[in-house]
Nanobody, 124 residues
Framework: QVQLVESGGGLVQTGGSLRLSCAAS????????VGWFRQAPGKEREFVAT????????DYRDSVKGRFTMSRDDAKNTVFLQMNSLKPEDTAVYYC?????????????????WGQGTQVTVSS
C-alpha cells in the first residue's frame, strides 16, 4: 500500500511559477510510473504529466508542454512538478498517482494510488 501526499500548491499570478511535490511512503514507489492529474471545478479529471520508473521518460499533455517539467528523486521517494508560465486555465486541484495497472498511462483508471490533492489557483 502506497500513501501519497502532495504539497506546494497555492495562489499565483499569471506567468508565475509553482513547484508541486508528491511524497510517497509505504510501498515500492521507486518501481511505479507516477502521474500528475488535475481537476477543475465542473470538469473531469485530466492527465497532466507522467514519469517512468527510473525517470527514463516523461510525457505531458500538449497544453503544458514547454511549461511544466516532471522529475523524481527516488532516494527521497518524491516526485515533482515544476510549473512555469502559469495560466488561469491551469487552475485546478492537482493530484499525483502511482500506476499499478495495465492500460494507457493517460487514463486515471490505470493508477491505483492517489494523493489527496493540492489546490493551484492562477489569477489573471
Amino acid at each position: 500500500q502506497v500513501q501519497l501526499v502532495e504539497s506546494g500548491g497555492g495562489l499565483v499570478q499569471t506567468g508565475g511559477s509553482l513547484r508541486l511535490s508528491c511524497a510517497a511512503s509505504g510501498g515500492a514507489f521507486n518501481f511505479y510510473r507516477v502521474g500528475w492529474f488535475r481537476q477543475a471545478p465542473g470538469k473531469e479529471r485530466e492527465f497532466v504529466a507522467t514519469i517512468s520508473w527510473g525517470a527514463s521518460s516523461t510525457d505531458y499533455r500538449d497544453s503544458v508542454k514547454g511549461r511544466f517539467t516532471m522529475s523524481r528523486d527516488d532516494a527521497k521517494n518524491t516526485v515533482f512538478l515544476q510549473m512555469n508560465s502559469l495560466k488561469p486555465e491551469d487552475t485546478a486541484v492537482y493530484y499525483c498517482a502511482a500506476r499499478t495497472k495495465s492500460g494507457s498511462y493517460y487514463s486515471s483508471t490505470s493508477y491505483a494510488y492517489w494523493g489527496q490533492g493540492t489546490q493551484v489557483t492562477v489569477s489573471s
